[in-house]
């Protein structure tokens, strides 16, 4: 089994910053691509960014492209990162990390495996 465990949600201004982590354990070898997703009360989970954890290779829903980045602390699979610049009302959500065994799409929430508890990030103007 896989465990995730997010950290780093807060509430912030318009146009700050915050950094969330996602620690993984277990059995993290099973891991191949890890991501970020978010869900607004009363609508589906959306995907934010996802990583391929062998070759690094990232993708990004067009709502936040230039604004976040995805990225893994080394090739153990054992912490990601998402941080996220320039935040907007909008982007408020919890904020959830996804593992696999294989790189699901960012559209196909429910075909991932691992998910954490999720941390909230609230945006105010």
């Known amino acids: 089994q896989v465990q995730l465990v997010e950290s780093g949600g807060g509430s912030v201004l318009a146009g700050g910053s915050l950094r969330l982590s996602c620690a993984a354990s277990?059995?993290?070898?099973?891991?191949?691509?890890m991501a970020w997703f978010r869900q607004v009360p009363g609508k589906e989970r959306e995907g934010v960014a996802r990583l391929w954890t062998g070759s690094g290779s990232t993708a990004y829903a067009d709502s936040v492209k230039g604004r976040f980045t995805i990225s893994q602390d080394n090739a153990k699979n054992t912490i990601l990162y998402l941080q996220m610049n320039s935040l907007k009302p909008e982007d408020t959500a919890m904020y959830y990390c996804a593992a696999d065994r294989w790189c699901q799409s960012l559209n196909e929430s429910g075909n991932w495996v691992y998910w954490g508890q999720g941390t909230q990030v609230t945006v105010s103007s």
């Open positions: 277990g059995a993290t070898y099973r891991i191949v691509c």
